[in-house]
């Protein structure tokens, strides 16, 4: 089976960004972090080619997927590691999934 490109994309004090990304660290995940608040030409990529203007965003072989639960599930099914390796802490405690929007206005559930 070929390799996936994976491209994650993150934004500075989004909590599900940090859930998505203490997973990684915590189950020695590393793929391409793009952070949309230190690169105009990421956040133009991701509004453009993701179609939603939220993070955190896991482009898989070119293919957005939202929502931080997803993405952990998906990490954890393609690199062999339990999704239950978060850390709860890093995000609301009502959240669902979870994203936040690139406007900053807050994040959606």
Do not use: W
Not at 19 to 44: P, Q, T
Not at 71 to 84: C, M, P, T, W
């Amino acid at each position: 089976m070929a390799k996936k490109d994976l491209q994650l994309y993150v934004k500075n004090g989004c909590p599900f960004c940090r859930k998505v990304e203490g997973f990684m660290k915590r189950s020695g995940i590393e793929l391409a972090l793009h952070n949309i608040d230190e690169s105009d030409a990421d956040r133009s990529y991701l509004v453009e080619h993701g179609g939603k203007r939220q993070v955190p965003c896991l482009f898989i072989d070119g293919k957005a997927m939202y929502e931080s639960n997803d993405i952990i599930d998906y990490l954890g099914r393609e690199f062999g590691v339990s999704a239950n390796a978060t850390d709860d802490a890093a995000a609301p405690a009502k959240a669902s999934g979870g994203a936040c929007s690139l406007d900053g206005s807050g994040c959606s559930f």
